[in-house]
Nanobody, 124 residues
């Protein structure tokens, strides 16, 4: 079992950047493929990015590729999401999630563990 805690959210103007972190504790972090998801008010939770256990493979939602970058540091048990050129439409609660089922998983039910989320608000 692993516990996940996100941080780094906040308020930013359109065009700005934020870096989210997800600290993991418990079972060996490198045992899990990881993902970032987000959920805006009144909308379903949507896939943002995924990364393999070793960090060598990544995948992004097509609409976000080029602006967002997922990475991980297994020595620090931490997952990251660098978000650049933020837009009003990026406003949401961002969640990190862990899975043992594989790495290229886009659906929330495929993930076993979730953090509590961190709010990102982008002003237009």
């Amino acid at each position: 079992q692993v516990s996940l805690v996100e941080s780094g959210g906040g308020f930013v103007q359109a065009g700005g950047s934020l870096r989210l972190s997800c600290a993991a504790s418990g079972r060996t972090f490198s045992s899990y493929a990881m993902g970032w998801f987000r959920q805006a008010p009144g909308k379903e939770r949507e896939f943002v990015a995924a990364i393999s256990r070793g960090g060598g493979s990544t995948y992004y939602a097509p609409s976000l590729k080029g602006r967002f970058a997922i990475s991980r540091d297994n020595a620090k048990n931490t997952l990251y999401l660098q978000m650049n050129s933020l837009q009003f439409e990026d406003t949401a609660v961002y969640y990190c999630a862990a899975t043992t089922k594989g790495w290229l998983l886009l659906d929330p039910p495929e993930y076993d563990y979730w953090g509590q989320g961190t709010q990102v608000t982008v002003s237009s």
